[in-house]
Structures are given as C-alpha cells and as structure tokens.
C-alpha cells in the first residue's frame, strides 16, 4: 500500500502565500516524476508543477514565476510554494506521484485526498 498525505492548504487573501506538502509512504521500490494538479469547481483537473527524481521542473504558464515546486528523495516528500496567489489559483489541489510500488514491474500513478486552497478578500 502506498499513501500520500497532503498537508498545508487553506484561506489567504489575494497576494499571499501558501506552502502545501505531500508525504509519500508505504510499500516504494521507487519514486519518479512528483507533482501538483488542482481542479476548481466545474473544470477539468489540470497540472499545476511536476518536478522529475533528477530536479527538472515544469509549470503551468498561469503559475511560472509565482509558483515554486521542490521535493526531497530521501524523504519521498513534495512541496508547492505558492506566492502572489490570485482569485484564479482557487481550487482544489491534489498531490501526484508516479511510483514503483513493491511487488510491481511497473509505474503506476499514486493521489492525494486533495487540499483546498482559496485566495479571496
């Protein structure tokens, strides 16, 4: 069994910050790409951030430059530093992880239960 625990979400007026994180635990032979995505209300779930075992990163284009993703391998833990948060970033943002789990030959992908995040006044 794996798990990934999200943690960090919440209210914050437009400009603000937050920092979400994700904890992956369980039976792991191996971790490869990480990421974010969120779904707001009434649209598809989109990718927010990846960042790959190696440290490469891919945004959003709505996100570059406010946004920042980082991970810690020896710690299968994800981070999502989110500056300057607008009306638009509100949703509900799910931790991804693409894995190898014990027992297995191939990748599968791995959720979070989802963490909500608001930027309203």
């Known amino acids: 069994q794996v798990q990934l625990v999200e943690s960090g979400g919440g209210l914050v007026q437009p400009g603000g910050s937050l920092r979400l994180s994700c904890a992956a635990s369980?039976?792991?032979?191996?971790?490869?790409?990480m990421g974010w995505y969120r779904q707001a209300p009434g649209k598809q779930r989109e990718l927010v951030a990846s960042?790959?075992?190696?440290?490469?990163?891919n945004y959003a284009d709505s996100v570059k430059g406010r946004f920042t993703i980082s991970r810690d391998n020896a710690k299968n833990t994800v981070w999502l530093q989110m500056n300057n948060l607008k009306p638009e970033d509100t949703a509900v943002y799910y931790c991804?992880?693409?894995?190898?789990?014990?027992?297995?030959?191939?990748?599968?992908?791995?959720w979070g239960q989802g963490t909500q995040v608001t930027a309203s006044s």
């Open positions: 991804n992880a693409r894995l190898i789990s014990r027992g297995s030959w191939y990748p599968a992908d791995y």
């Open positions: 369980g039976n792991i032979l191996s971790m490869n790409v």
């Open positions: 960042i790959t075992s190696g440290g490469s990163t």
